[in-house]
């Protein structure tokens, strides 16, 4: 398999749901014009991130079938076999995410939720219980998931993050805007939304 | 003013961050290589990062005054003028940004939600009154608010957009995983949680 960028992986899934859209219209071919026309990039870089994932090769003048190119798609994101995952901090944002029926589509499946508040403990959100985060250990073994989804207070965020990886976690979705210390055999992929509000204010302040 | 990047932008939330950390302890002064350590960076990038956004010099074996740090910190981010935002489809993650109470740190201030869902409209959530999407124009107008946090379903994400431009919506941060089409004036920043989610089993399945 060719190497991909992380720029490209980003890509993948906004293809996928421009397909998903195509896919309940009439429309069953799909070129890498069209692509790019729709999600303002260059047809240069759809067409090299087509062939990348594509099995197959497109006809010219004719462009992909949408079908085979969303089956390409979803297999090579792994969205069709599913990871189970845990939410680690049931606050605003980790209830969201237990709320949420759409990671199913992204091949991502939370099955429980861990907290130290002991209003939450023992209850359920969307059918996935919360468990009191002194018990991580011996449940992230039972039901032997891999990834964690992190909306823990910053403060505690390493201290739990030491815990997760003892507890047999191998990759940590970080909505915590802290820096994560963890060993390289350990993924992390960091969603900091004050870095990204700070993009946008100054961006505004810029065009004010 | 220097020229920012947006990695450099991205890093200075993390800054701040830490030095509150710092404030809470009896450490007084910090150096760059201190901050480094911390956060996993560079010394060199954040030397780089602090005499772009700081007002003095730090003296030379002693490092920069913490207080003096997070108020240039705090100034060059713009988090002590706050700005007004409105949160547009207040479904789970809606919902989690208007409870969320962290926003007023980063000098983001939201004023009330929009959706279509007659169980939602003219109910509150956390004092912040949610209204009729059919009202956007005039309530917008009315509360003079440049930012719209945009967390509605992607198939209308496009149309919705276009309402709020016509409005006077000049930021928009897009939860939706969708590209939107603006103008140049209008700033985007998208916070795209499928494509993060892509990335980080892609980097778990190479582990595996």
Known sequence: MEKISKRQLERLPLYLKYLYSLDDTSIDNV????IASALGLSTEQ???DIQLISSSNGKPKQGRNVKELIEDLVSFLGY???DDAVVIGVGHLGQAFMNYKGFDKFGLNIVAGFDVDSKLIGTSINNKKIYDLYQLDSIIHEL?????ILTVPSEVSQV?????VNAGIKAIWNFVPTHLDVSEDIVVENVNLASSLAILSHKLKKID
């Open 144 to 148: 032997g998931v891999k990834i964690a």
């Open 160 to 164: 739990v993050t030491n815990r997760l």
């Open 80 to 82: 069709n076999e599913h």
């Open 31 to 34: 070129s890498a014009p069209m």
């Open 46 to 48: 759809v067409r090299k």
